[in-house]
């Protein structure tokens, strides 16, 4: 036993946790509704066997299985199938479907499961001089298939699990800077900050099963970017190991210093570069004193137009909320439909008086779009947000609902991901695309990418489902993400990838990016020479065979690799 938690091998989160919708009386003829699936006579998916798993055996030469054992000690060095499984695979839809069906093209063969750097070091001179094949592993909550190995890949491919290293090692009190273990858990690293009254202000939806070194690794942002800033802005100091040298280590250290004017950044090709530089050991992250207040306030927009207006209003405003999210009809009326049955006068005001008061401003209900915006600070701070985002909201037509639903969306915000396993379960796909736009594109992006799921959905001959919310608002522009959902026939692959691939299509085809924060991996990599240009991915595949010529770090992932060894 290694005392490493993972997540469930066949699907999100941790065993008997899931999706319910008995108490939401609204969720089953929604779901009718939008993709003709009827929850009454759905039948549910035995939950898929381990044991059908058909594995090929591991290539893990008993030289290198032996030098791994003698660097971390025995326990900590696993062959098994279920250790090969759990880390062979991210959660993509790709990733469920295809652990669900058994359609594993290419396993890990040993995961090793370093105690500390010292350890990493060894460990990583140890693959380099097998010839052996090294994917760092963080939560395994990507969903771009960053982590599964090439499938043609001949070597012993070797994945590095850093749950060991989760402790927050210092905090420099004056500067806000906390030196944290790669391999730390939302959750640990968050409670371990808590107890000295200090915040990451990090909150991706997947915050509970992911990793501070796989966020940094993954270019992550988390709900309350807006304040805290995306990952990118927490990083400030970095510790990569790298292979050693005749002369020296393999250490690449990246202080932490608020700026810097020393060429091209390193800090910034080691954020996203998903594994290929090397192992990230210690992030120095710009961590925030606990908030005396947090409230979440609930909006309403008489539509999608007014809402964007508003957003981008905020964000070039004085105000600086720490969320600023409004999502479109479609997404309105999915949350609504995922609300718990209402008693009392909480049922009055939600069913009768608010749609009255919507309707006698003119508003027809099913344009209407729901906003949560957040504000932290101290008691004086979060009233002058308040007021100064009530003023903007009410200059686009909305109007705001207290914090009722605010706190329902702090409760609920890490329950939604176990929605994929419900739908999986019942013959339905239901995944995500997010991209980010200058403002002035984002309605344009809307537009196209609703269009192009709706072209899909008519070339697979299905009965689809998409809706949008904006997050992530910046200066210049924001993200939108986009959740889809539809029936699957016989190829559910196949026809997920023309959803897929349409949506990622009209991102690049109108001014967006191909990923705002899940990171490239393999799944967006098809798109990468069209987002950055063929240069720019000449430019990374130059750096990324420079510095591993041997093709060892976690081959193939941000830019196809064009190495002959696989
Ligand atoms: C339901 C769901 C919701 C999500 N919500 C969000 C969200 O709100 N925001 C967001 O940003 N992302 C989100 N994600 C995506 C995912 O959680 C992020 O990509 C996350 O940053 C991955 O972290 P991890 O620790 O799980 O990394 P892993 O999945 O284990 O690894 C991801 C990549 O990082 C590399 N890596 C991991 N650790 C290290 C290390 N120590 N050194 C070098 N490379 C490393 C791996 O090799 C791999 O290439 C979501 C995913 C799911 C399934």
Known sequence: MTDVEHMKWWGWGVE???????????????????????????????????????????VAPAELVAALAAIVGEDFVRTDAMERVVHTYGKSLRDLVRIR??????????????????????????????????????????????????????????????????????????????????????????AQLAAQGWTIGHFPDSFTHSTIGGWAATRSSGMQSDKYGDIAQIVRGLRVVRPSHPDRDGVLVIPAIPSASTGPSVREMIVGSEGRLGVITEVTAQVHRVAEVREIQAYFFPNWAAGLKAMQAISVSDATPIITRVSDARETG????????????????????????MRSKGWTLEDICLSFIGFEGSAEHVKRQKKLVGAIVKQHGGMGVGTGPGVLYDQKKFDTPYLRDFLLDRGAAGDVSETAAPWSKLAGVYDAVIAAAEGAYAEIGTKGWIMCHLSHS???????????????????????DVVKSAIQQAFVDNGATISHHHGVGVEHSPWIEQDISPEGVAVVRGLFGAVDPGDHFNPGKVVPSVSERV
């Open 16 to 58: 008997g946790v899931g999706f319910h919708h008995e108490d939401k009386p609204g969720f089953a003829p929604f779901v009718l509704q939008a993709v003709g699936l009827d929850l009454a006579t759905a039948q549910k998916a035995e939950q898929p066997s381990f044991e059908e798993l058909d594995l090929a055996d591991p």
């Open 101 to 190: 069906t058994g359609d594993i093209a290419r396993a890990v063969d040993v995961v090793v499961y370093p105690a500390d750097e010292d350890d990493v070091q060894r460990i990583v001179d140890a693959v380099v001089a097998a010839d052996a094949v090294l994917i760092p592993f963080g939560g395994g909550s990507n969903i771009a298939g960053s982590l599964e190995p090439q499938a043609g890949e001949q070597r012993p491919v070797v994945s590095v699990d850093m749950g060991r290293m989760s402790a927050v090692i210092d905090i420099d009190a004056d500067s806000g800077l906390a030196r944290i273990q790669a391999g730390a858990l939302g959750p640990h690293l968050e």
């Open 334 to 357: 999915f949350s609504l439909a995922t609300s718990k049955e209402r008693h009392g006068m909480d049922a009055i005001l939600a069913e009768k008086v608010l749609p009255g008061i």
């Open 474 to 496: 910046y200066h210049s522009g924001a993200c939108l993400y986009f959740t889809f959902a539809f029936v699957f026939g016989d190829d559910p692959l196949g026809e997920y």
